[in-house]
């Protein structure tokens, strides 16, 4: 994977996963690659983080990614983790432009016309919307996107599976990220990932 609209193709649903036990990644990971959910992104917000994306990535299928990432030490870390592509919550130009050489998929944060217009001064079209419900939620994004056509979202922050469908009906929308499909069993978490997937 070497684009991050594929990466945001993949499935309708990018679980957004805090991991504060190593030994829980990879079953997690198991169920919901199980479950359809391919892509997985780890928010560096737990010591377990860097670790637990390793396991996850020994998981056939899954594409691992950091989330959570707010500066180049972070970023760098994530690299040395392996991950497949970069989330982070906002956009700056600092953070932005040594991911965006490094070759690495990129999904920066944007809550506002300002972060989407530094988005494009640097190249990049596709954005997380974040925090999706805070921000005004899906008529703000919608009052957004008309302006900017070109671009393409990942709504996070809030959302839910009963509102989901409603986000992913909107033509900008490529995927939600969401937490509500982990929790329980890794049985209840592949059912719910299955669940997600059919959202679209």
């Known amino acids: 994977m070497t684009d ?36 997985l992104e780890v928010t560096l917000r737990t010591p377990a983080a860097l670790e637990a994306m390793r396991e996850m990535k020994q998981v056939p299928g899954a594409i691992v990614g950091a989330g959570t990432v707010v500066n180049t030490g972070q970023f760098e870390q994530a690299m040395d983790a392996g991950a497949e592509f970069i ?7 600092r953070l932005a432009r040594p991911i965006i050489e490094s070759g690495v998929p990129y999904l920066p944060g944007t809550a506002n016309a300002g972060d989407i217009m530094l988005g494009l001064d640097l190249g990049l079209t596709h954005f997380k919307f974040f925090p999706a419900m805070a921000a005004g939620g899906l008529p703000a994004l919608k009052a957004l996107a008309a302006p900017f056509y070109q671009c393409s979202f990942c709504p996070t922050g809030g959302i839910s599976e009963t509102t989901a469908p409603e986000w992913l009906a909107f033509k900008p929308v490529l995927c939600v990220g969401g937490s509500w499909v982990t929790g329980g069993t890794m049985a209840d978490v592949e059912a719910k990932a299955r669940a997600a997937v059919g959202l679209k």
Do not use: H, K, N
């Not at 499935?11 to 036990?21: C, E, F, G, K, Q």
């Not at 989330?87 to 130009?93: F, N």
């Open 87 to 93: 989330v982070s919550p906002g956009l700056t130009e």
């Open 4 to 39: 991050i609209r594929d990466i945001m193709l993949t499935a309708p649903v990018i679980p957004v996963l805090v991991i504060d036990d190593v030994a829980t990644a990879r079953p997690l990971a198991e169920a919901l690659v199980a479950g359809g959910l391919r892509v």
